[in-house]
């Protein structure tokens, strides 16, 4: 009787489906490209670029231009604190996505580099 009842309980399903290990953001040791929409990199070549390498541009172009999904996949494998450093040193950002992460991490506006650059690029739409 015992051995069936655990002969069950190894066999179940779980009960939150698994993603699986590619998809695992958070224990990979690099970010996976295919998790994200392939158009926000139409300009080069996803397979060249290195998640830790181009952290700066890969962070910049998500926050810009990708779906909550897509921010949410950058944000869980960078974290906040890498985030923040890149968006605030990025030379060009949209004055709506200033606003919006400098309420995010609390910080004026004035502190990300490209509030102080004429050019401001626009935002997909």
């Given at each position: 009787?015992?051995?069936?009842?655990?002969?069950?309980?190894?066999?179940?399903?779980?009960?939150?489906?698994?993603?699986?290990?590619?998809?695992?953001?958070?224990?990979?040791?690099?970010?996976?490209?295919?998790?994200?929409?392939?158009?926000?990199?139409?300009?080069?070549?996803?397979?060249?670029?290195?998640?830790?390498?181009?952290?700066?541009?890969?962070?910049?172009?998500?926050?810009?231009?990708?779906?909550?999904?897509?921010?949410?996949?950058?944000?869980?494998?960078?974290?906040?604190?890498?985030?923040?450093?890149h968006l605030l040193a990025a030379r060009s950002l949209?004055?709506?996505?200033?606003?919006?992460?400098?309420?995010?991490?609390?910080?004026?506006?004035?502190?990300?580099?490209?509030?102080?650059?004429?050019?401001?690029?626009?935002?997909?739409?």
């Amino acid at each position: 009787m015992k051995n069936d009842i655990c002969h069950e309980l190894r066999n179940k399903k779980p009960l939150m489906p698994v993603l699986p290990d590619e998809q695992k953001v958070n224990e990979q040791d690099s970010l996976s490209l295919s998790l994200l929409r392939p158009s926000l990199f139409w300009d080069v070549n996803p397979d060249r670029l290195d998640a830790d390498r181009h952290a700066a541009f890969i962070i910049v172009r998500v926050m810009e231009r990708g779906t909550r999904e897509d921010v949410n996949t950058v944000w869980h494998y960078y974290g906040e604190e890498t985030i923040k450093i890149h968006l605030l040193a990025a030379r060009s950002l949209h004055k709506k996505t200033i606003s919006y992460f400098a309420n995010k991490f609390s910080v004026s506006r004035a502190q990300f580099k490209s509030f102080h650059h004429g050019e401001q690029v626009q935002p997909w739409p």
